[in-house]
């Protein structure tokens, strides 16, 4: 009996200590910032990226929507400026090419013509040394504005086939004259013949007239 009221004691005075009851662990005092709050301080500190100050260094996620617009339209710009300097790049080539470089332009006819021209030896008899002879456009007054083009007509005929008509003005230390060039490209073919290569020139000491110094099937003199 004694000790049953022992027992009983001892667990009043367990519920009546001052420890009864106290937390074990308690929770911190600071609450936790959250991520949106992080950013919008991030971004409240730094300047706001625009499309004409936007140098990249500022990533995606941390862009808000406003500014991640206006980077997508910068690199919209850009990428614009890149294609149309590409379609420029490959539209001058293209013209290189068919004007320049390819064996039917127009450069390359007038450069064969010339070179049959200055390598005949009736023409070296008429206006001298061939590597004298020089080609030109239409004749000017100003000696700085021979490196005019050469006068030159594409047409076709009703069978389809091409013709180029071309002349230019040739002058030697002895004579001058002008070349007419005749040239035929058939439908099939991807390059030009010759149907008439002629050079006229005008003696400087008879004043007279020579016609029809022809190099392709034709009769010179």
């Not at 076709?156 to 040239?183: A, C």
Request: proline letters at 3%; aromatic letters at 8%; charged letters at 25%.
């Amino acid at each position: 009996m004694r000790l049953a009221r022992e027992l009983v004691t001892w667990q009043l005075c367990s519920l009546r200590s001052p420890h009864a009851g106290r937390a074990i662990f308690s929770a911190p005092s600071h609450a936790y910032t959250s991520q949106s709050s992080v950013r919008g301080a991030a971004t409240a500190k730094r300047k706001q990226v625009t499309v004409v100050n936007d140098d990249g260094r500022v990533t995606w996620g941390d862009l808000s929507a406003r500014e991640k617009a206006a980077r997508t339209t910068q690199k919209t710009f850009h990428l614009g400026i890149v294609l149309t300097g590409l379609v420029m790049t490959g539209g001058v080539a293209y013209l290189l090419y068919t004007e320049v470089f390819a064996s039917d332009s127009r450069t390359s006819v007038f450069n064969r013509a010339f070179d049959e021209i200055r390598a005949s030896p009736r023409v070296i008899e008429a206006l001298g040394p061939g590597n004298k002879i020089i080609a030109f456009g239409e004749p000017t007054s100003n000696r700085w504005a021979r490196a005019r083009p050469i006068a030159s007509t594409v047409k076709k005929d009703r069978s389809g086939r091409e013709h180029l008509l071309m002349h230019f003005n040739v002058q030697g230390p002895r004579d001058s004259g002008i070349v007419n060039v005749h040239m035929v490209k058939n439908a099939e073919s991807s390059e030009y013949e010759y149907k008439y290569l002629s050079l006229d020139v005008k003696d400087v000491e008879n004043k007279e007239k020579k016609k029809g110094f022809r190099l392709f099937g034709a009769q010179w003199g």
